[in-house]
Every structure is written in structure tokens, then in C-alpha cells.
């Protein structure tokens, strides 16, 4: 569960109990209540809805998920909220994800390594401020010794 919740930064409450716990209300209950008396945990309601529970990790859950689960494979692992406004896509996005890993289940897959938006997005700016760097030192004819990708 801990793992899950580091990987997409917010995962809906409900969705751990649907997903994980495979609807079992009382030990989802439990495990959720352990791990924010442990402060690896921090539960977040959406601004004028009460009911709707988002789970996200503190500083804490996240150095314990990075100790506990270093992967090869450089997954990231999230805490905290990024934008207040945009906390059901980040739900949705753990949802779907569990619909993919059944799909690839069935097929003899399983997933390696999650990457958010988030990642994409700094790639993407990194890649143009590269290739915005490499094309005006050309332009000013300066050699480019090495470039990093």
C-alpha cells in the first residue's frame, strides 16, 4: 500500500480498499490508521467535500519507501500535494493504472516502473532547453564537447 501511494504521489482512499484490499473495509481501515499513526501517512479532503479521502505520503513515508523499496529501475517516489486543484486527475491516474496492470496480468506481464506526468514533463523541458542550448551555440559556431541526454 505504502509502495502505491509513493509511486502516484495521491491515490483515492477508496481505491486502496477497492485495489488492494479487494473491498475488505475493517483491515484497510486498520492499515490506513497504522500508517498515519506511524506519520507515513497524511490524509487530505478535497475543499468542500468532506467525504472524498486522498492518501499521500509525508517526508517521512517517503524516505521509508525509498529505504525499504530502492529499485533498479529508478522509480520515483512522491509525498505530499503538489496542486490542490488537481487532485482527482492524480486519483484517476492510480486508478487506470490498476486496470492496466489486470489487463497486463492476464497477458503474463507486470509492470516495471511508473512514470508520472510529472517526469514527462521535466524530460520534455529538459530536451528543449537542450536542444535550444546545442542550436544557439551552433548558431555562434562554438563547439559542443558533450551532451547529456
Not at 29 to 37: A, E, F, I, K, T
Not at 42 to 64: M, N, Q, S, Y
Not at 133 to 138: E, F, L, V
Request: net charge positive; aromatic share 8%; glycine share 6%.
Amino acid at each position: 500500500m505504502i509502495r502505491d501511494v509513493g509511486r502516484f504521489r495521491i491515490v483515492d482512499a477508496q481505491d486502496l480498499r477497492k485495489f488492494l484490499y479487494k473491498g475488505q473495509l475493517d483491515a484497510a481501515q486498520r492499515d490506513l490508521r497504522h500508517v498515519q499513526n506511524q506519520k507515513l501517512f497524511r490524509i487530505i479532503h478535497v475543499p468542500g467535500d468532506d467525504r472524498t479521502k486522498f492518501a499521500t505520503l509525508t517526508k517521512e513515508g517517503r524516505e521509508l519507501v525509498c529505504c525499504q523499496f530502492a529499485d533498479k529501475h529508478g522509480q520515483e517516489i512522491y509525498s505530499g500535494v503538489k496542486k490542490v486543484r488537481e487532485l482527482e486527475h492524480d486519483a484517476a491516474v492510480y486508478r487506470m493504472y490498476r486496470k492496466e496492470v489486470r489487463r497486463m496480468q492476464e497477458h503474463g506481464c507486470r509492470p516495471v516502473r511508473v512514470r508520472l506526468d510529472y517526469e514527462m514533463k521535466v524530460c520534455v523541458r529538459g530536451s528543449t532547453w537542450l536542444t535550444m542550448r546545442i542550436t544557439s551555440r551552433t548558431a555562434l559556431r562554438v563547439p559542443v564537447l558533450s551532451v547529456i541526454a
